[in-house]
């Protein structure tokens, strides 16, 4: 058993949204396909993966140094003991053969896309879902109960208006969702009150609303926002500053009596480490939100689960940035605290197929074998494309 193709394309993303720092029209994802030389059902067994969405395609670190290293190490080296699926610890490795220790930046998307290929290809060959193989992988139980979804959207839009947000947050109530995220820090703490308010129309609660600043705000501003929503429990308070400065984020969690957000641009268990270190981070209340898809794939972030397990933080206070398909399954087969989803937005790699949500707020992935990608029909072109390449 081999792996006898790699191939990727770059897709872009749908829409002209912006958070309070990217604008997200320019960017892309890349789709990538590794091909095995076992055929079922008259095909090869492909795994298909990607590797998340705000971090752009990673085409050029594919082509020249990852794929290349994988597609010349002896095949016998990427399977693991029993032979009878790959190993993606030992395919992670072999990608980062002669690469240095430290900078994790986009290669750790680059080397996730390839890395959870191989889990949807060994999801494949025990014809199951990817769910199935992650928590048999862990030693967990089959897992049965749908998990916790959240509607993450309230981007600033050009033109927009607190009444576009307030149809936006509740076409999501009407599709069944009960709990929101919105962004905010891209207007003044004014504007951004008045948007706060208009989404808890909807949400009811604060409990049921979260917000995310996508690291704009410097401490003082961290601090004055705080202050602000305080009263208005929300569910958390997310990436508030720089996603590297832990200091801020620990005087901000000695201010701030709420639940806080971060972790999604941390790339590794040894950032994950420095944030549990440095940072302030409360078990039992704060929010991480790692996802393997930009952080090398599932085995490292099974390193960083670990890692936060044996610092007292427990693996419901995950819930990794990305609401797509492939976060589905790995919520659902770590048993993780929850999923984003990402209705309408980030096509055409956002949210799920309608098969997968359960009822409201909930959601558990079909039984398509591996990531179920070629169910989700904004995908289905851009998986032909990729394959007839
Ligand atoms: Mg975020």
Redo the contacts with the bound molecule.
């Keep these: 058993m081999r792996i006898v193709d790699i191939r990727d394309i770059s897709v872009p993303l749908k829409g002209d949204i912006a958070?309070a720092l990217v604008n997200f029209s320019e960017h892309n994802v890349s789709l990538v396909a590794v091909t095995t030389d076992v055929v079922r059902h008259g095909r090869p067994v492909t795994g298909l993966a990607f590797n998340s969405i705000g971090r752009f395609a990673q085409a050029g670190l594919l082509r020249e140094r990852f794929v290349p290293r994988i597609l010349q190490a002896d095949p016998q080296s990427l399977l693991d003991a029993s032979g009878r699926a790959f190993d993606p610890a030992a395919v992670h490795a072999t990608a980062m053969r002669n690469e240095k220790p430290g900078g994790h930046g986009d290669r750790a998307s680059a080397v996730a896309a390839l890395e959870l290929a191989i889990w949807d290809i060994n999801a494949k060959l025990r014809e199951e879902p990817a769910y199935a193989t992650i928590a048999r992988h862990i030693g967990h139980p089959l897992p049965t109960a749908p998990v916790p979804i959240y509607a993450?959207g309230g981007y600033y839009y050009p033109g927009d208006s607190l009444q576009r947000l307030r149809d936006e947050m509740r076409g999501y109530r009407d599709a069944g969702f009960r709990d929101f995220?919105i962004k905010i820090g891209g207007a003044s703490l004014e504007e951004d009150l008045r948007r706060i308010e208009a989404a808890l129309d909807i949400a009811d609660e604060g409990t049921h609303l979260a917000v995310?600043v996508?690291g704009r705000f410097d401490l003082a501003t961290a601090l004055l926002y705080g202050q602000a929503i305080a009263p208005l429990g929300l569910r958390w308070y997310?990436?508030v500053g720089d996603p590297l400065d832990y200091g801020a984020n620990a005087e901000l969690a000695k201010h701030y009596a709420g639940a806080i957000?971060t972790g999604?641009n941390l790339f590794s268990s040894i950032d994950v480490q420095n944030l549990l270190r440095f940072a302030g981070m409360r078990p039992g209340k704060d929010v991480f939100?790692m996802e393997a898809g930009l952080s090398y794939g599932l085995t490292e972030y099974l390193k960083t689960i670990a890692l936060m397990e044996s610092n007292g933080f427990g693996r419901s206070q995950i819930h990794p940035?990305g609401g797509h398909l492939i976060n589905l399954h790995i919520v659902t087969g770590l048993g993780l605290g929850g999923c984003e989803v990402y209705p309408g937005v980030f096509q055409p790699f956002g949210g799920y197929p309608v098969a997968c949500m359960a009822d409201e707020a909930r959601a558990f992935p079909t039984q398509a074998p591996g990531f179920g990608l070629e169910e989700k029909p904004e995908l289905a072109p851009w998986i032909n494309q990729l394959l007839a390449l």
Excluded: L, S, Y
């Design positions: 958070n993450a995220k995310d996508n997310e990436e957000a999604e939100q940035h």
